[in-house]
């Protein structure tokens, strides 16, 4: 479509509004790229920040723990604490990055289908909360 549009322009097909059409695409592209990467690059470095420092906690903990307190745990549950719990960490922490963003896509998701299907979209909405709810009780 950027193309055609361009080429309507004149008898060589460049026209001022096509070439600037085209760089403000090439500039959004860039722009996108470049800021994808630096989200990630970031994520990833404050994910393993956070992931280290419970890390720290759950082993600083159980290195403070003396004789008369390690009476209180059964046998084997501290070294499950320092493999599975420490684990489980690292993966909720992968979680919640999908987690941050679920929210904003919802909204974008259902400003964009009501703009296609209109108020006919609603009834869909409507059914779908009626449906989350009966599975909700059922599943108590």
Same mark, same amino acid.
């Given at each position: 479509m950027l193309i055609d549009y361009i080429k309507e !322009?004149?008898?060589?097909?460049?026209? =001022?509004? !096509?070439?600037?059409?085209?760089? =403000?695409?090439?500039?959004?592209e860039l722009?996108?790229?470049?800021g994808n990467s630096h989200k990630d690059i970031a994520k990833h470095i404050y994910g393993?920040?956070?992931?280290? =420092?419970?890390?720290?906690?759950?082993?600083?903990?159980?290195?403070?723990?003396?004789?008369?307190?390690?009476?209180n745990f059964e046998e084997g549950q501290?070294?499950?604490?320092?493999?599975?719990?420490?684990?489980?960490?690292d993966h909720m922490f992968h979680m919640v990055a999908g987690l941050c963003h679920l929210p904003l896509n919802m909204i974008g998701t259902l400003i964009v289908l009501f703009y296609y299907? !209109?108020?006919?979209? =609603?009834?869909?909405?409507?059914f779908a909360v009626i449906a989350f709810k009966i599975n909700g009780v059922l599943g108590k």
């Open positions: !322009g004149t008898s060589d097909g460049m026209t =001022l509004q !096509g070439v600037f059409l085209v760089f =403000l695409y090439c500039t959004n722009l996108e790229r470049f393993v920040k956070a992931k280290n =420092l419970i890390r720290a906690l759950i082993f600083e903990k159980c290195t403070s723990i003396s004789h008369s307190t390690n009476k501290i070294l499950d604490l320092l493999t599975n719990d420490s684990g489980k960490a299907f !209109g108020w006919g979209f =609603l009834s869909a909405v409507a």
